[in-house]
Structures are given as C-alpha cells and as structure tokens.
C-alpha cells in the first residue's frame, strides 16, 4: 500500500474519499469507534440511519458535534501515518449524497453484494406541500413522485449537539443538509494539516457560502459537451462571488468523450 501510495504521489495523481464510514462493526476500526463515540447521524429513536454509497451500506458523520471532528482527525492522522504521503484531499459525495434512497435497491447493488436502501418514512420534511428542484428532477412516473430525501439522508434525521431543553440533537438534517459539506471542511483541512506539518487543501464537492476560508471546490461530474463546458465557465465565475477563489471543472469532461478540440479549449 506504501509503495502504491508513494508512486501516485511521485507522479501526482490525485485520489479522492467519501465522508461515510463503511458498516463493518466487526472489523473495521473507525466504525467501531464511531459507534462506541457516537459520531454518526441518528434517527429521532437513536437508531443509526444507514446508507448506501460506493463501498456499500454505510453511516454518515455529523460534523455539527465536536466528538465527530476529533474522531475525524484521529483517522485521518492514522490513514496518512500508516498508509500515505499525502498533500491535499479531495472530498467526494458529501452533499451527503447516498444510492438508492427510497428505491428498491441502489444501482450497484450487483456489485458491492447488497440491495439494500434506505427508506424514509412520510413526514412534511420530506414531502412538503411545496414542490422543489431538489424533489421534481427525480420524478421518473406519475406513480413515482421525487421526494427531498432522494439520494441523500432521510430529512427527519437528528444531527448536532444534545440540547438541554429536549435532550436530543438540535437540528434536523432538513435544516442543516446544505451546510453538510460547509461542516466537514474545516475538521478536515485542520486534521490533514496537522498530519503533514505543512500547509494543505481540502477539495470538496459539497460546499456553501465561506467554505473558501478553508478549501475549494469542483463542480462536480459534467459531461463532455460544448453546453456543460459553458456552464462551467459560469460556475466558476459564481463561485468567485461566493468567496470560493479555488474553484474548478473536471478538464474535458467527466462522462462521455470529448472531442479534440473540446478538449483543448
């Protein structure tokens, strides 16, 4: 793995993580301590609320506690002790965005062994009287209505601190979603930071408003087609105005083939 680590590193190819933690309660450390430290987001009951991403089934961090970003750091300190040099990292799927929300089963079921999905119950969180871009771009049928928690937590899930006055978390993920990845930038430019000693960045799919002070952030998967490579030249000019300087697109396009010309444009 060293060896592995050292050549990408030589040759600067870049490699990119996911904020969940892997659902191995048997095996795998920092999900065993995860849980053991109460880092990963809830249902109202206390149950974990479990997703399913790119490794598998999977729990989310909450980044809104402070017991969160010291496991965070711990881990991310472990990884590039034992495993890596490291520079930088660069931050995928944190809006959260989880496979499968409310389907059947997710799209790679076939590939990472499991169909299962998480499943949000009715509730005006996540199917609110109004109707939203984040919820009708998922319409498929008249018979299959997009709902708030498509590709992502469940709304009613609790995050944050304990509150006094309740005794449970302070926020719904409805009201703090959008600052999922605001919330994991720092811990993480501060933690790989201290790993290396050095200067660092974070690059980050998911950020908001002042996410800039701490790292950057690339637009995401595009395709290779002269109208996506417009809206990324206007999304890199947006994207100044909200304070995130350090800002990019995937060069050529992520999905389909480019064209020579496109490409070198």
């Keep these: 793995i060293q060896n592995n680590f050292?050549?990408?590193h030589t040759y600067r190819l870049p490699r990119h993580y996911l904020p969940g933690s892997f659902d191995d309660q048997k095996y795998y450390a920092p999900t065993i301590e995860g849980i053991k430290e109460d880092v990963f987001i809830k249902w109202e009951d206390g149950r974990l609320m479990k997703g399913t991403c790119w490794p598998g089934e999977l729990f989310m961090p909450d980044f809104f506690t402070n017991r969160t970003r010291i496991w965070w750091t711990r881990w991310i300190k472990n990884f590039h002790r034992i495993n890596l040099t490291v520079d930088g990292l660069w931050i995928d799927m944190n809006e959260p965005a989880l496979f499968g929300t409310n389907d059947d089963f997710p799209w790679n079921w076939n590939l990472i062994g499991t169909n299962y999905t998480l499943k949000c119950p009715q509730s005006k969180?996540?199917?609110?009287?109004?109707?939203?871009k984040a919820a009708f771009r998922y319409d498929e049928t008249m018979n299959r209505i997009g709902r708030l928690s498509d590709r992502t937590l469940c709304m009613t899930a609790m995050q944050g601190e304990i509150d006094h006055n309740t005794g449970k978390p302070k926020y719904r993920h409805y009201d703090v979603h959008s600052l999922y990845g605001w919330s994991q930038t720092k811990p993480t430019v501060d933690a790989i930071q201290s790993a290396t000693g050095k200067r660092s960045m974070v690059l980050p799919r998911s950020t908001f408003v002042g996410s800039g002070q701490w790292g950057g952030h690339w637009l995401g998967d595009n395709e290779a087609s002269w109208s996506e490579m417009k809206q990324s030249l206007i999304g890199m000019i947006?994207?100044?105005?909200f304070g995130i300087p350090f800002i990019g697109a995937d060069i050529c396009g992520f999905d389909k083939s480019p064209t020579e010309e496109m490409c070198i444009r």
Excluded: A, G, K, V
């Design 6 to 8: 050292q050549y990408i």
């Design 125 to 132: 969180l996540d199917d609110p009287p109004y109707r939203t």
């Design 238 to 241: 947006e994207f100044n105005w």
